[in-house]
């Protein structure tokens, strides 16, 4: 009987030892897992932080070493660090920054992108952005300097035509082009009330591996613009750039689309997959580099996440 007393004494020791350390296991594990989530949380914020300083400010200013975290910007590979050092843990991630500008986007609006409902097809790369707050300004001596013609007549109707190829600029206003052909092109407006009847086809020089040309610029303001086709088969393949509206109803362009604000009123698929060469840096509009182009999260790296080892 003694002995039976002693083996279940014995028993509810190990018992009560095993209980211990699993529950000493437990609160170490709880505790980890609550370190983890405020390390994830202090990671988060201070990616968010820098985002909207490189976004909103001078992007220098998101260099700093604060409390236990540190986010350094590297400008010439477009790289944002964020290394955190809290709660007895330490990460560390690595955001690939790359510069996102109207002419890599199907359509792209200073102020907001309606789609209502319609889809416009467009390659995972080209999707659509809207709020961009401010639109690329499209360099008119350029134009005027490198013209084949300078069109200054208004109340005119241009049909039936074949453009010579290169740049045309028009500068009047009340004026209209009807089914107009142009091979290897860029067609400038400066005026207001310009209109696109019947089909056109119009196709913008190729450019190189850098840069391409724009096919259609409307640089006044005052200026909206209807891609409307009298039989849908109205062709424009390069860079569309409006400083007013884009009402896209049918046709056959390549993008990108860019413009104030750009609806979709019907359903309408972009070929930018059949024109890739069209999606970069486009001539006419300055350099790349003279903008602040907004920053987004392209492709990001965790070279470090997990308890410090103390000794």
């Not at 992007?59 to 986010?71: F, K, Q, R």
């Not at 992108?113 to 952005?129: A, K």
């Not at 499209?138 to 005027?144: G, K, N, S, T, V």
Request: net charge negative; glycine share 8%.
């Amino acid at each position: 009987m003694l002995v039976a007393v002693l083996m279940i004494f014995v028993v509810f020791s190990f018992t009560g030892v095993a209980v211990l350390n699993v529950s000493y296991l437990s609160v170490a594990t709880s505790a980890e897992t609550v370190n983890n989530i405020k390390l994830q949380y202090a990671t988060e914020s201070s990616i968010n932080e820098a985002l909207w300083l490189i976004n909103t400010g001078v992007d220098s200013l998101v260099n700093s070493d604060v409390d236990g975290i540190a986010t350094v910007w590297d400008a010439s590979l477009n790289i944002l660090s964020v290394n955190v050092d809290k709660f007895q843990m330490e990460t560390e991630i690595l955001l690939d920054l790359s510069d996102d500008t109207h002419f890599d986007r199907g359509i792209a609006a200073e102020e907001a992108v309606t789609l209502d409902g319609y889809d416009p097809g467009l390659e995972e790369d080209n999707q659509v952005r809207g709020g961009f707050n401010f639109l690329p300004e499209a360099d008119l001596q350029y134009f005027l300097d490198n013209a084949t013609t300078v069109h200054t007549n208004s109340w005119k109707v241009w049909s039936n035509n074949t453009f010579p190829d290169g740049i045309h600029v028009f500068t009047g206003n009340f004026i209209a082009l009807s089914d107009i052909r142009i091979t290897s092109g860029t067609l400038v407006f400066t005026g207001h009330n310009v209109s696109f009847w019947g089909d056109n086809e119009i196709t913008a020089p190729a450019g190189d591996t850098t840069s391409t040309y724009p096919a259609v610029i409307f640089t006044n303001p005052d200026q909206d613009f209807d891609i409307y086709s009298q039989n849908g088969s109205e062709t424009i393949v390069g860079a569309i750039y409006c400083k007013g509206n884009i009402n896209i109803q049918n046709g056959n362009i390549s993008g990108p689309v860019i413009g104030r604000n750009v609806t979709l009123n019907n359903h309408f698929n972009l070929l930018d997959a059949e024109h890739g060469d069209r999606y970069r840096w486009t001539k006419g509009f300055g350099n790349r580099s003279d903008y602040d182009w907004p920053k987004q999260i392209g492709r990001w790296k965790t070279n470090k996440w997990g308890k410090k080892h103390t000794a």
